[in-house]
Nanobody
Framework: QVQLVESGGGLVQAGGSLRLSCAAS????????MGWYRQEPGKQRELVAT???????HYADSVKGRFTISRDNAKNTVYLQMNSLKPEDTAVYYC???????????????WGQGTQVTVSS
């Protein structure tokens, strides 16, 4: 099957930076759109940023100008560079990816296990 493995979370002071990584591995034929979401306790998961195969990016208003999403197609990896972090950015961050397992097969959406980001004031 397919696994999305995230890394890079941790504790940082307000104003600091973190870089998250998410690599797709396993029975991957091709990868479509990739993205990052986050979830605070008791709240719904919300979109942070997405990156399509066509090169289009989309950001939540709350992170525009501070976060940058990028991808390395050769490594099936998506990154999230987070600068000027704020306490309200504290959440579990999840990556997702549309993965095709075989030629002409359907795209299936997979999720990572999540990585905690904590921003102290």
């Amino acid at each position: 099957q397919v696994q999305l493995v995230e890394s890079g979370g941790g504790l940082v002071q307000a104003g600091g930076s973190l870089r998250l990584s998410c690599a797709a591995s396993g029975r991957v034929f091709s990868v479509g759109a990739m993205g990052w979401y986050r979830q605070e306790p008791g709240k719904q998961r919300e979109l942070v940023a997405t990156f399509t195969t066509g090169g289009s990016t989309h950001y939540a208003d709350s992170v525009k100008g501070r976060f940058t999403i990028s991808r390395d197609n050769a490594k099936n990896t998506v990154y999230l560079q987070m600068n000027s972090l704020k306490p309200e950015d504290t959440a579990v961050y999840y990556c997702n990816a549309e993965v095709r397992l075989a030629p002409m097969g359907p795209m299936t959406l997979y999720w990572g296990q999540g990585t905690q980001v904590t921003v102290s004031s």
